[in-house]
């Protein structure tokens, strides 16, 4: 194994590891953690009840208290915030939780990253284009010129009034908007004619797909219910329709995430472990 | 749950376990059976229609980025393409609207393109960066379709709503498509517009299928048989709420609730 | 009979510019000539409006409103109606977007800006809602959104600091999940981290707002209970309107103007696959 490939397995197995211990270490160590309700709040220490004996925790940094939640679950608290009453549990933290945010903001900021490096990479292929004027370089002008606009117009949300707030209107209003919408509406006609060509009555398999889809379809509109309202309301359409969504629908796709979770598990496993073979981590010979 | 409690310790150690032991026995050659799966084998025949027309190939690695799983299995899908297209001579294109995903999808196919001994048909400038949105990317494919005249289309990773506005365009270019995602929603577009579609758990298993390397066989077995166990426990479970309620202590012992 | 089955036949091979046609048709007509239809309201949206309708005032609900134009047809109606009950019952409420689109929050302040003017010209931002804008971060974002919501934002989309209690005197009483009584994600298929990271943990209600076609996935967690309540496409919308106003006539809702083109958008559908397999018959009719 290289250099480069022996340095990506020994990064990728060690932000998986805080994670993964993040997760199965508890917050605090476990054989010196006290559990108990809070009995008095003194300035160099916490007094706990627990089980009719009563235990001192020492306010000293190390110490993490965690006080519960209506529902059950933990949440971390400063000693000051503490009333008598509380359930808690404190010991000396295990620092894994503690670095959390840390390790959380790490990651939000490496991707945010990627939006800029992908701005720099379409200005540099376009920027090539531009230079050695490939076919169509003149679209490659117009994209330096969208992306200036769009900094300018983004500059003006958020503003009370001022050209910068007309520019930034402009290209939300009259261009963003129409131009996502009308691409998204592209998906209906696409829809009628994948329905038209593929929803065939072949076989009897064929025949059930296309009465549950009638009737799911039909009872998701007014029509639906316009249509069978005269009979009693366990035949109306949209009734039929929410128990082929509920009862039927659910159990396919619990099964199908059963199955794909335990793969996402497996995948996830092999490359946290760098096990993974045939793509870019080397084929079966190691290379 | 914030940190794991015993059970979910026991189910993590088990499930991993059991993979990593598939695994390991299938590295000391432990024969594996694996089901005929229709797609997958229909992407050499996608391959060599394209290869009698001599027209390129075009490979869509879905809208998630590298940190999606079903992203990481159709890189192993487009490393078994981009060997067979290089073996065959054959140009492929491949689009993404990851900057990031730019030189992963270059060190999967010039890998690839070496395993075969033809690293010279590696070519850079046929991985493209075309947009930073999904939407977008699709118009930006369709479009790509019509002007290279692609002969068969591939489309295995994450997808959202723009599944369609690929697949039936592609569709009416007259290219065969396979299609893999483990997209509930967006399955039924695929079956729609595509020659075959490899649905859900398939498409993690398709790396597997293709190379039949012993690691990637032996994880599928270690997952089947977690996934018998898990069956097992929630047959047990239902079981238990059937005959004594939604409170009773077996329910208790599995949940820890 | 021959015949009869050659044209059916024919049927088979419509170009595909007469369905586009169809439905351009299908859809635009009832947006020229009005007309009302019933509204069935579904279990999911009836437990979204009830569950909004008890909380208590001192709670907050965040609202993930992350969607932009491309699924604006079904996602802008959802938070319409939703900060419509919110505005009308004062209940406090703050908007982010969370991951997948940064025009998430100029959208959602189109809405509420309109609502606010046209229908509740008492509301005031800052006091009754403030809107902190796009972050990215997936569940990593969630996960310090309910810990601290100061972890992710240190000021929100108008640039003032959340401390700021002049301006911002909301949000002095949000400082993590503690504080919010529910979280609405509206976008084309929301993140179910929300539920993993989020309503595992501290059991804060979760609701989404979906594209119809994304539903389908969603309903085992309204079995489950993870979900508190969902509305899906249009229709989840349209009846949660028909909901906070039970006169249809003062239902205005973008929703309730556009069940009725989607309904005639159904039935087109519909009909192009009747004509598909009219003709598939009548080419096996002939076949034989």
Same mark, same amino acid.
């Given at each position: 194994m290289d250099t480069k490939r022996l340095l990506i397995a020994g990064l990728t197995f060690i932000t998986g590891l805080?994670?993964?211990?993040?997760?199965?270490?508890?917050?605090?160590?476990? *054989?010196?953690?006290?559990?108990?309700?809070?009995?008095?709040?003194?300035? =160099?220490?916490?007094?706990?009840?627990? =089980?009719?004996?009563?235990?001192?925790?020492?306010?000293?940094?190390?110490?993490?208290?965690?006080?519960?939640?209506?529902?059950?679950?933990?949440?971390?608290?400063?000693?000051?915030q503490l009333t008598p009453g509380d359930r808690l549990r404190a010991g000396p933290t295990t620092y894994l939780s503690d670095w959390l945010p840390a390790v959380n903001n790490f990651f939000v900021v490496l991707m945010a990253m990627a939006w800029g490096m992908g701005l720099i990479s379409l200005a540099v292929v376009h920027g090539n284009t531009i230079r050695r004027r490939r076919p169509e370089w003149y679209n490659s002008v117009a994209f330096f010129i969208a992306v200036a606009v769009g900094m300018i117009a983004g500059m003006g949300y958020g503003l009370p009034g001022g050209w910068l707030k007309s520019v930034n209107e402009l290209v939300f209003n009259s261009m963003l908007r129409p131009m996502g919408s009308t691409v998204f509406s592209l998906l209906?006609?696409?829809?009628?004619?994948?329905?038209?060509?593929?929803?065939?009555?072949?076989?009897?398999?064929?025949?059930?797909?296309?009465?549950?889809?009638?009737?799911?379809?039909?009872?998701?509109?007014?029509?639906?219910? *316009?249509?069978?309202?005269?009979?009693?309301?366990s035949l109306w359409l949209p009734s039929m329709s929410q128990w082929l969504l509920y009862v039927v629908n659910t159990a396919a796709v619990r099964a199908m995430w059963f199955g794909i979770m335990l793969g996402a598990i497996a995948t996830g496993l092999r490359y946290w472990l760098s096990l993974e073979r045939g793509a870019f981590f080397g084929d079966s010979e190691g290379r | 749950m914030e940190h794991a409690n015993l059970q979910m310790l026991i189910a993590i150690g088990a499930i991993g376990g059991l !993979?990593?032991?598939? !695994?390991?026995?299938?590295?000391?050659?432990?024969?594996?059976?694996?089901?005929? !799966?229709?797609?997958?084998?229909?992407? +050499?025949?996608?391959?060599?229609?394209?290869?009698?027309?001599?027209?390129?190939?075009?490979?869509?690695?879905?809208?998630?980025?590298?940190?999606? !799983?079903?992203?990481?299995?159709?890189?192993?899908?487009?490393?078994?393409?981009?060997?067979?297209?290089?073996?065959?001579?054959?140009?492929?294109?491949?689009? &993404?609207?990851?900057?990031? @995903?730019?030189p992963i999808l270059e060190a999967v196919i010039r890998q690839a393109c070496e395993s075969v001994g033809h690293p010279e048909r590696f070519e850079p400038s046929d991985i493209r960066f075309i947009a930073a949105q999904s939407d977008q990317l699709a118009l930006a494919t369709a479009d790509l379709m019509l002007q290279e005249q692609t002969a068969s289309h591939f489309f295995f990773g994450m997808y959202d709503y723009t599944s369609l506005l690929l697949a039936e365009p592609?569709?009416? &270019?007259?290219? @065969?498509?396979?299609?893999?995602? +483990? +997209?509930?929603?967006?399955?039924?577009?695929? /079956?729609?517009?595509?020659?075959?579609?490899?649905?859900?758990?398939?498409?993690?298993?398709?790396?597997?299928?293709?190379?039949?390397?012993?690691?990637?066989?032996?994880?599928?077995?270690?997952? +089947?048989?977690?996934?018998?166990?898990?069956?097992?426990?929630?047959?047990?479970?239902?079981?238990?709420?059937?005959?004594?309620?939604?409170?009773?202590? /077996?329910?208790?012992?599995?949940?820890?609730? | 009979m021959q015949r009869l089955m050659s044209s059916l036949a024919g049927l088979q091979d419509i170009d595909r510019r007469w369905l586009y046609l169809g439905l351009w048709l299908a859809a635009c007509l009832p947006l020229l000539i009005p007309m009302r239809l019933p509204i069935y309201v579904t279990p999911e949206t009836r437990r979204l409006y009830e569950f909004i309708e008890r909380c208590p005032p001192d709670k907050v609900v965040l609202v993930d409103s992350a969607w932009d134009a491309g699924s604006m047809g079904e996602n802008e109606g959802q938070v319409e109606v939703v900060f419509e009950h919110l505005l009308r019952r004062r209940?406090?409420?703050?908007?982010?977007?969370?991951?997948?689109? #940064?025009?998430? #929050?100029?959208?959602?302040?189109?809405?509420?800006?309109?609502?606010?003017?046209?229908?509740? #010209?008492?509301?005031?931002?800052?006091?009754?809602?403030?809107?902190?804008?796009?972050?990215?971060?997936?569940?990593?974002?969630?996960?310090?959104?309910?810990?601290?919501?100061?972890?992710?934002?240190?000021?929100?989309?108008?640039?003032?600091?959340?401390?700021?209690?002049?301006?911002l005197p909301l949000m002095q009483r949000v400082r993590n999940i503690n504080d919010i009584y529910l979280i609405y994600s509206v976008t084309y298929s929301p993140m179910e981290d929300w539920i993993s990271f989020v309503h595992e943990v501290y059991g804060t209600p979760i609701a989404f707002g979906c594209a119809g076609i994304q539903s389908t996935t969603y309903y085992r967690y309204l079995l489950s209970g993870q979900l508190t309540g969902m509305l899906v496409g249009v229709r989840g919308a349209a009846e949660y309107d028909a909901l906070l106003h039970p006169n249809p006539r003062e239902r205005t809702s973008r929703a309730t103007r556009l069940i009725v083109p989607q309904s005639f958008g159904h039935l087109m559908v519909i009909l192009a696959i009747l004509i598909g397999n009219l003709g598939y018959w009548g080419a096996r009719g002939r076949a034989r």
């Open positions: 805080y994670y993964f211990l993040e997760f199965v270490v508890p917050p605090t160590v476990p *054989w010196r953690t006290v559990q108990g309700t809070v009995v008095e709040i003194r300035a =160099d220490s916490v007094l706990l009840r627990t =089980d009719g004996a009563t235990a001192r925790v020492p306010l000293q940094p190390g110490m993490a208290f965690y006080r519960q939640r209506p529902n059950g679950s933990y949440e971390r608290v400063e000693p000051a209906a006609f696409h829809i009628t004619t994948a329905a038209y060509r593929a929803f065939r009555v072949r076989s009897a398999e064929a025949l059930v797909m296309i009465g549950a889809a009638l009737i799911v379809m039909l009872g998701q509109i007014p029509i639906g219910l *316009w249509l069978t309202h005269a009979l009693p309301e | !993979i990593l032991w598939g !695994i390991g026995a299938a590295r000391r050659g432990r024969p594996i059976f694996i089901r005929r !799966i229709a797609g997958l084998n229909a992407i +050499d025949e996608a391959i060599g229609r394209a290869a009698e027309t001599g027209r390129p190939l075009l490979f869509h690695p879905g809208v998630g980025d590298v940190q999606a !799983i079903s992203t990481l299995a159709a890189l192993g899908v487009l490393s078994h393409v981009a060997r067979q297209a290089a073996r065959l001579n054959l140009r492929l294109l491949t689009v &993404t609207a990851f900057p990031v @995903m730019v592609g569709q009416r &270019t007259g290219a @065969m498509q396979i299609a893999g995602t +483990d +997209d509930y929603f967006q399955v039924p577009f695929f /079956i729609a517009s595509c020659d075959y579609t490899i649905i859900g758990e398939e498409l993690y298993a398709a790396s597997a299928y293709l190379t039949h390397e012993p690691t990637m066989l032996g994880s599928l077995v270690g997952q +089947d048989y977690a996934k018998i166990g898990l069956l097992c426990l929630l047959l047990l479970s239902v079981l238990a709420t059937t005959l004594f309620g939604a409170e009773n202590p /077996i329910v208790h012992a599995l949940t820890g609730r | 209940i406090k409420f703050v908007v982010i977007s969370v991951e997948i689109t #940064p025009l998430g #929050p100029q959208f959602a302040d189109r809405v509420i800006e309109r609502l606010v003017r046209e229908k509740f #010209p008492d509301r005031r931002y800052g006091v009754d809602w403030v809107n902190l804008g796009y972050t990215r971060g997936g569940w990593r974002a969630m996960q310090q959104i309910a810990k601290d919501i100061r972890l992710q934002y240190r000021q929100d989309t108008r640039g003032y600091s959340l401390d700021d209690a002049r301006h």
